[in-house]
C-alpha cells in the first residue's frame, strides 16, 4: 500500500493531460484561439491559466506559498499565446513541473502543512484541490473542442449511443 495515493494522483493528472492533448488534436490552430463571447476563455487562454497556476502551485510545493509573488494571474486570462507551440511548450511545462513534485513527494510529505494564499492545508488536500482545479480546465478544454470540432469530433469516452457495445467489450474482455 506504500505510496499508493501518490501512484494514483499521478495516474489522474496524466489522463486529464491526455484528454487535453486528444483535445488539441481534433481542432484547428485557428479553433484554438475561439472564444465563444467575450466574457469567455479560449483553448489558449486556458492552457496559459493552467502553466501560471501549475508553475506557481507546484514550484518549492512543500516549502514556499503556491501563490508565488511573481504570478501574474489576470494575465493569464489576456490572448498572450498566439502560436500552438507556445501553447503546447507552455501546456508542457505546467505538466512537468507538476508531475515532477508529486513524483518527488514520499507518503510521509501528504500530512505535511503546505500553504497557498496564506491558507493552511495537508499537501495531500493541496493536492486533491489542484485536481480538481485542472481537471475543471480540462473539461472545458475539451468542451471548446467538441464546438470546434463539431460533427468530425472523436470521443475521448464512450462515444454518444455506444454504452452497450462498450460494456458488451468490457464482459467480453474479463470472460475470455
Request: with cysteine.
Given at each position: 500500500?506504500?505510496?499508493?495515493?501518490?501512484t494514483?494522483?499521478?495516474?489522474?493528472?496524466t489522463?486529464?493531460?491526455?484528454?487535453?492533448e486528444?483535445?488539441f488534436?481534433?481542432?484547428?490552430?485557428?479553433?484554438?484561439?475561439?472564444?465563444?463571447?467575450?466574457?469567455?476563455?479560449?483553448?489558449?487562454?486556458?492552457?496559459?491559466?493552467?502553466?501560471?497556476?501549475?508553475?506557481?502551485?507546484?514550484t518549492?510545493?512543500?516549502?514556499?506559498?503556491?501563490?508565488?509573488?511573481w504570478?501574474?494571474?489576470?494575465?493569464?486570462?489576456?490572448?498572450?499565446?498566439?502560436?500552438?507551440?507556445?501553447?503546447?511548450k507552455?501546456?508542457?511545462?505546467?505538466?512537468?513541473?507538476?508531475?515532477?513534485?508529486?513524483?518527488g513527494?514520499?507518503?510521509?510529505d501528504?500530512?505535511?502543512?503546505?500553504?497557498?494564499?496564506?491558507e493552511?492545508l495537508?499537501?495531500?488536500?493541496?493536492?486533491?484541490?489542484?485536481?480538481?482545479?485542472?481537471?475543471y480546465h480540462?473539461?472545458?478544454?475539451?468542451?471548446?473542442?467538441?464546438?470546434?470540432?463539431?460533427?468530425?469530433?472523436?470521443?475521448l469516452?464512450?462515444?454518444?449511443?455506444?454504452s452497450?457495445?462498450?460494456n458488451?467489450?468490457?464482459?467480453?474482455?474479463?470472460k475470455?
Open positions: 500500500m506504500e505510496n499508493e495515493f501518490l494514483c494522483i499521478i495516474k489522474r493528472f489522463n486529464y493531460k491526455t484528454l487535453g486528444k483535445t488534436s481534433q481542432v484547428s490552430d485557428e479553433q484554438l484561439f475561439f472564444q465563444p463571447n467575450e466574457e469567455s476563455n479560449s483553448v489558449a487562454m486556458i492552457v496559459q491559466h493552467m502553466h501560471g497556476n501549475m508553475m506557481s502551485r507546484w518549492d510545493f512543500l516549502t514556499t506559498d503556491g501563490e508565488k509573488e504570478r501574474e494571474r489576470d494575465k493569464e486570462f489576456e490572448q498572450l499565446i498566439n502560436d500552438r507551440d507556445t501553447m503546447i507552455r501546456w508542457n511545462e505546467g505538466w512537468d513541473c507538476l508531475l515532477s513534485a508529486l513524483g513527494l514520499s507518503e510521509k501528504l500530512l505535511k502543512t503546505v500553504f497557498i494564499r496564506q493552511p495537508s499537501a495531500m488536500d493541496a493536492i486533491l484541490r489542484q485536481l480538481a482545479h485542472y481537471s480540462v473539461g472545458q478544454i475539451v468542451y471548446l473542442g467538441k464546438i470546434c470540432a463539431d460533427k468530425n469530433w472523436n470521443s469516452s464512450i462515444p454518444r449511443n455506444k452497450r457495445e462498450f458488451d467489450q468490457l464482459l467480453k474482455g474479463k475470455g
